[in-house]
């Protein structure tokens, strides 16, 4: 069974950056990030297709986070610039059932551990 395995995250400073990785992507899936802050529900961060040519962003983070992949490495990143206090959460990888880049939950199957992304003002 794919496991998924993230790494990075931390604590930034406003206006900081961080990178995450998730190792365990397969070429023939689409791969995505949701995030989950404390008293809230998970929420669609970015997702990406199989190929990589197709990426979908919650417009939060719109034009700050950029999803990618490198299938040759199974793994996914999500790039996060200029972070805000609001970004503060723990981050989930996924992987979908299907090629395609998609916001639905129910279309992932497997999850990563999570990592917690804490952003100071």
């Known amino acids: 069974q794919v496991q998924l395995v993230q790494s990075g995250g931390g604590l930034v400073q406003a206006g900081g950056s961080l990178r995450l990785s998730c190792l365990g992507s397969?070429?023939?899936?689409?791969m995505g990030w949701f995030r989950q802050a404390p008293g809230k529900e998970r929420e669609f961060v970015a997702a990406?297709?199989?190929?990589?040519?197709?990426?979908d962003y919650a417009d939060s983070v719109k034009d700050r986070f950029t999803i990618s992949r490198d299938n040759a490495k199974n793994t996914v990143y999500l790039q996060m610039n200029s972070l805000k206090p609001e970004d503060t959460a723990v981050y989930y990888c996924?992987?979908?059932?299907?090629?395609?880049?998609?916001?639905?939950?129910?279309?992932?199957?497997?999850w990563g551990q999570g990592t917690q992304v804490t952003v100071s003002s």
């Open positions: 990406i297709n199989w190929s990589g040519r197709n990426t």
């Open positions: 397969e070429r023939t899936n689409g």
């Open positions: 996924a992987k979908t059932r299907t090629l395609s880049a998609t916001r639905e939950p129910y279309n992932y199957d497997t």
